[in-house]
């Protein structure tokens, strides 16, 4: 079992930046490929960003590439996910997941609570 919890949300301006972390506690962090996800009220869930065990491979959703940068260290069991230019419509409730194969579809076994990002204009 992974204990996934996230961080880092809040409410921030239009054009601004937030840094969400997500801290992993249970089995070896290095065993799982970790996602981050969103979800807005009334949506299906998105994929965000995606990186493999140790870090080598990332992947990027295409409503959000180039805005975000995704990273893990693997020393301190935690995930990031650094969102750059945030607009109105990055506003969701954002998830962090940890699974034994990196993919942009919500297969992933461990899910943390989320945390709420929300952009003014």
């Known amino acids: 079992q992974v204990l996934l919890v996230e961080s880092g949300g809040g409410l921030v301006q239009a054009g601004g930046s937030l840094r969400l972390s997500c801290a992993a506690s249970?089995?070896?962090?290095?065993?799982?490929?970790m996602g981050w996800f969103r979800q807005a009220p009334g949506k299906v869930r998105e994929f965000v960003a995606g990186i493999s065990r140790v870090g080598g491979d990332t992947y990027y959703g295409d409503s959000v590439t180039a805005r975000v940068t995704i990273s893990r260290d693997n020393t301190k069991n935690t995930v990031y996910l650094q969102m750059n230019s945030l607009k109105p419509e990055d506003k969701a409730v954002y998830y962090c997941?940890?699974?034994?194969?990196?993919?942009?579809?919500?297969?992933?076994?461990?899910w943390g609570q989320g945390t709420q990002v929300t952009v003014s204009s």
């Open positions: 997941a940890a699974g034994v194969k990196l993919t942009a579809t919500p297969d992933y076994a461990h």
């Open positions: 249970g089995r070896t962090f290095s065993w799982y490929a």
